[in-house]
T-cell receptor
């Protein structure tokens, strides 16, 4: 079945450092790919998405490119802030209403 | 009120209790979901309701019983739970008929359940 694998955390960075959180997926067809973020005490919210190969999703300085050849959707940000500290979830949706998540990666940014 | 609201935010129950979690959405969405979030595990999809009909039941034990009386409300009835059922239960809603690329879920803040 469909699955998502993302790098284990926690990831600890200093403010203004470069961020990469790796995400790879397994799917039988051509899924849509998502990054969701969960801030402390809150539910998940959509950060960005891409619906086909080579699409780049972007939001709030975060970017991720849908790479079909490597089945990847890595999340990047050029300069993280303390306010970016959260849990980041990579997810895919191939059909219907079934959104499949990775395990989540905790990001901690120090000032 | 806007968004997805879950109550209670925290619940402690014994293994023989019966309790319910409630979810309400004010977004006009037609699909609602229950997810289970446990430490260091991927979010597990439990149930999906589309247009008030259950369309997904991910092999969830019968001690969890969902109910969707209308498109704005979703309940999760809990009965004779086990300690390993302790987790954060997340409700979400979406406009489920727009295809995978446009089916963006809006989540509530979750109900933290502890089973003693």
């Amino acid at each position: 079945g469909d699955s998502v694998t993302q790098m284990e955390g926690p990831v600890t960075l200093s403010e203004e450092a470069f961020l990469t959180i790796n995400c790879t997926y397994t799917a039988t067809g051509y899924p849509s790919l998502f990054w969701y973020v969960q801030y402390p005490g809150e539910g998940l919210q959509l950060l960005l998405k891409a619906t086909k190969a080579d699409d780049k999703g972007s939001n709030k300085g975060f970017e991720a490119t849908y790479r079909k050849e490597t089945t990847s959707f890595h999340l990047e940000k050029g300069s993280v802030q303390v306010s970016d500290s959260a849990v980041y979830f990579c997810a895919l949706m191939e059909y219907g209403n079934k959104l499949v998540f990775g395990a989540g990666t905790i990001l901690r940014v120090k000032s | 009120e806007t968004g997805v609201t879950q109550t209670p935010r925290h619940l402690v129950m014994g293994m023989t209790n019966k309790k319910s979690l409630k979810c309400e959405q004010h977004l006009g969405h037609n699909a609602m979901y229950w997810y289970k979030q446990s430490a260091k595990k991927p979010l597990e999809l439990m149930f999906v309701y589309s247009l008030e009909e259950r369309v997904e039941n991910n092999s969830v034990p019968s001690r969890f019983s969902p109910e969707c009386p209308n498109s704005s409300h979703l309940f999760l009835h809990l009965h004779t739970l086990q300690p390993e059922d302790s987790a954060l239960y997340l409700c979400a809603s979406s406009q489920g008929d727009r295809g995978p690329g446009a089916n963006v879920l809006t989540f509530g803040a979750g109900s933290r359940l502890t089973v003693l």
